[in-house]
């Protein structure tokens, strides 16, 4: 038997163990994991190296409009390379549904903006913010096209009521799709907010305290209970609050079917870094807001214990320009700044600077955190996420001695957030279905190479979920709910 490809002499990390051995690659699978292969057309030499699953960015906006209808710097293009160059295999965006568009034309919308460009296989999460009868009833359809996330939002113009909110959790659930929120009060940063512009407080710092951890928390409390008596599941997206981790630990322990992720920026970034002279803080102006040096100690405690199963990028491109930040000029408060960052090619290398060549978190939890957890939650695995026989062999090859000082990255930013950090560990062959993506520093194919992801429904095995008294007909006088 003869392999298109093998990778040999590397040491193999996955999401459970650390061995040494060659990989086999056939028709875009790994057809072979064995001690030596040397039945191969085409060879990777990967001595020294760490062969590990490409990353699967779950939590990046690409070729999308912001809720202020400001559209992302970076196209699935530009979006998917840097993803690449970051150590990633896989992309998971979202499709966002404008005020009164079907969800079929929303996807639509979305395949014309992904398929010609991306160099990455990709797949969505849709953000649901017109859940009117006519949208719910299309999201069957979504499900049969493999599109299993949804998104909402508990605050912005595009937030849902806590109503609409049960609704979708309902029709979700149903279908074992899983529902995202970005969580914080509405009211409580409405109320913050115009206190700090009213007081003259309208530098971008002051983005910072209008968006108090206790609104994050609140909210987080909220979508848990509405997800429990809705009897679906939830993913919180981009926690940044010790509090809110909590909340999510509490749940997860008691069976709680409930996911949660952070970003980067809440682990290597501080609100200090908003109060920069002029303008500058702009940069770091993302929601939730950037925290404290205390919260990103509770943060990593949160992702060592596995109450975080994900770190995401949450890349949101705005240019430190016209068309991003200061879209609506320069002369304006911190609410309107274009709210988001970008970090899709920083994430994985920080995480294994920070994190496993620190001694935070071993390799292992490093490809769960950056791979497998998100193609187990997202219903990709075992296809992506991990490396085993019949798996696409989406496969990262890091350099564990390389160091680099972070400066321009393959985005179409104009700035990374991240700039003048030293990071030991680098990702320098990425393979997506066998074929080399990005290769010692260069790109090797063209816009167009990556294709749509089927994805399953979460497997829910071992969450047994909370039980809510009152929808036991043994508690409820043996109503019927429908
Ligand atoms: N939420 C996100 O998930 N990304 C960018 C901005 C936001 O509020
Ligand atoms: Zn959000
Ligand atoms: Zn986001």
């Known amino acids: 038997m003869t392999h298109d490809l093998a990778i040999r002499g590397g ?100 395949d014309g903006r992904a398929a010609p460009k991306s160099v990455l296989d990709w797949s969505y999460h849709l953000i649901l913010t017109d859940p009117t009868a006519a949208a719910l009833a299309e999201l069957p359809d979504v499900f049969a096209r493999g599109v299993t996330s949804f998104k909402v939002f508990m605050t912005y113009a595009t937030r849902v009521s806590d109503t609409q909110f049960l609704d979708i959790l309902s029709v979700a659930g149903q279908h074992g799709a899983l529902t ?69 630990a509490r749940a997860r322990a008691a069976g709680g079917q409930v996911w949660a992720e952070t970003c980067p920026q809440y682990l290597f970034l501080t609100r200090d870094d908003l109060d920069k002279p002029g303008m500058e803080g702009a940069k770091f102006i993302c929601s939730p807001p950037l925290r404290d040096t205390a919260t990103q100690a509770a943060l990593w405690q949160h992702v060592q214990a596995g109450t975080l199963s994900l770190v995401s990028s949450d890349h949101a491109p705005y240019r430190y320009d016209d068309t991003g930040k200061f879209q609506a000029g320069r002369d304006v408060t911190f609410r309107q700044i274009a709210n988001g960052m970008p970090g899709i090619e920083m994430r994985l290398p920080l995480m294994f600077s920070e994190g496993v060549m620190k001694g935070r978190i071993s390799i292992n939890q490093f490809v769960a955190l950056s791979s497998t957890n998100a193609a187990r939650i997202y219903g990709m695995l075992p296809r992506k996420g991990t490396l085993a026989i019949g798996a696409d062999a989406d496969i990262a090859i890091w350099d564990p001695t390389q160091t680099r000082i972070a400066g321009a990255m393959h985005d179409a930013m104009d700035y990374n957030p991240f700039a003048g950090m030293t990071v030991t560990g680098w990702p320098v062959t990425v393979l997506g279905r066998g074929q080399r993506i990005v290769d010692n520093g260069a790109l090797c194919v063209k816009p167009g190479t990556g294709r749509f992801v089927k994805r399953a429904p979460i497997d829910l095995t071992g969450r047994a979920g909370q039980p809510v008294a009152e929808l036991d007909r043994a508690n409820n006088f043996g109503a019927t709910l429908s």
């Open 11 to 110: 040491t193999l990390a996955t999401a459970t163990e650390t061995f040494r051995a060659d990989i086999g690659i056939r028709d875009g699978r790994i057809v072979t994991i064995a001690e030596a292969i040397t039945d191969a057309q085409d060879v990777i030499d990967a001595t020294g190296k760490i062969v590990m699953p490409g990353g699967i960015e779950a939590h990046c906006h690409i070729a999308q409009e912001s809720g202020m209808g400001v559209m992302t710097a970076d196209d699935y293009e530009s979006g998917s390379i840097s993803a690449a160059f970051g150590g990633n295999s896989c992309i998971v965006p979202f499709a966002a549904q404008k005020k009164g568009q079907s969800l079929a034309d929303t996807l639509a919308t979305y």
């Open 180 to 248: 995202m929120v970005h969580a914080e009060n509405h009211d409580m940063l409405e109320w913050m907010a115009s206190r700090m512009v009213a007081g003259g407080n309208i530098a971008p710092r002051y983005h910072a305290p209008s968006r108090p951890g206790l609104a994050e928390e609140e909210a987080i409390n909220r979508a848990i209970a509405l997800a429990r008596l809705a009897q679906a599941p939830i993913f919180i997206v981009h926690v940044s609050t010790p509090g809110g981790a909590e909340l999510v």
